[in-house]
């Protein structure tokens, strides 16, 4: 398995996302995903830069991790001409180091540009014909197409890499599963499991990388770790499927005000505990996953996540994989 670094823009400003990277790759996490919102899911989190600009930024200052959006949609908030043209720069300026996550989308972030909120079949269908437009133009020249929910009329990207860029896709049920396995490189999911890379596998994804993300919240103090995680990540436990559909900030404090600390703390790894988080890992390393991007709870607290990381948690992480 490889380990990632995840850059919240939820979070933390575009200057200090840049920075957290640069100390990511110097640390030595393999990978970095960056997650693609309009809102934070709580006012705590306090920031939502364009992630797009900040991975421009990322791949200059940078040389060797490799880059992933965790996800972007598609089909709502931008075109996927528009999307297909993003992913090709930051292709060229990473060097070939970027895979394109992809996602049905939230209401969160979605409905803002749009006005409304189509339901979850019309979703994946909107999905699958944006990853087939991308494809096209990742294959160069001038293209058309007359779907049921993109019209293309003679769109190019002129600025391609020499291979074309790899595509993820999240899932979360059978059905998005088995799409992913027609139609990505890569399978992307938030929670590890095992049904869902067997949807992937038997749809065509066998032998492809599966992409995992997984929460903690390091800190010296214990209580002070499950505090912050409380304020900013007491929604995670909704699951997407509830996620998906709240349409604000106001509406996961809502969902989630009922959430104590201990449940939060029953959930997330909360403190310095190596051990714990391993722990925590092993669920996923079960589940077939052979790369997961870590979340460290909380903006201000990077630097000194990244430096623990380096010295004692990347290290046992890396122990867990088996020799030869």
Same mark, same amino acid.
């Given at each position: ?9 939820? !979070? ?64 709502? =908030? ?6 297909? !043209? ?94 992913? $396995? ?37 800190? =010296? ?66 589940? $077939? ?31 867990? =994989?088996?020799?030869?």
């Amino acid at each position: 398995m490889d380990f990632g670094y995840t850059l919240m823009t939820e !979070q933390s400003g575009p200057r200090d996302l840049v920075r957290d990277a640069v100390a990511a790759e110097t640390a030595g996490f393999d990978f970095a995903v960056i997650s693609d919102h309009l809102f934070p899911w709580l006012d705590e989190q306090g920031h939502s830069p364009n992630a797009w600009s900040v991975l421009g930024a990322v791949a200059h200052a940078t040389e060797r991790i490799e880059l992933m959006t965790y996800v972007t949609c598609p089909t709502m =908030r931008y075109h996927p001409v528009i999307v297909a !043209q993003q992913a090709a720069t930051i292709a060229l300026l990473s060097e070939g180091r970027f895979t394109l996550g992809l996602g049905a989308g939230e209401n969160l972030n979605e409905h803002a540009a749009i006005g409304a909120w189509p339901p979850v079949n019309i979703r994946h269908e909107m999905l699958d014909e944006a990853i087939e437009i991308i494809r096209d133009l990742f294959g160069g020249g001038y293209v058309d197409y007359f779907g049921k929910h993109f019209p293309v009329d003679s769109a190019r990207v002129w600025d391609l890499p020499d291979d074309p860029v790899r595509i993820g896709m999240a899932v979360s049920g059978p059905q998005s599963a088995a799409m992913a $396995g027609k139609q990505a490189d890569v399978m992307i999911a938030v929670e590890p499991d095992a049904e869902l890379g067997d949807a992937f596998d038997e749809a065509g994804g066998s032998g492809k990388p599966r992409v995992g993300q997984m929460p903690i919240s390091f800190d =010296r103090d214990r209580d002070a770790a499950i505090a912050r995680a409380h304020e900013q990540f007491r929604w995670f436990g909704g699951g997407w499927k509830v996620n998906a559909e709240l349409p604000g900030p106001a509406a996961f404090a809502a969902a989630s005000q009922y959430v104590r600390p201990d449940d939060v703390a029953d959930s997330i790894p909360c403190g310095d505990d190596v051990g714990a988080v391993v722990e925590a890992v092993q669920d996923w390393v079960d589940a $077939g996953f052979t790369h997961l991007a870590l979340v460290q709870i909380g903006g201000d607290t990077q630097p000194d996540f990244v430096e623990w990381a380096e010295s004692d948690l990347l290290p046992a992480l890396r122990s867990m =994989r088996p020799e030869g």
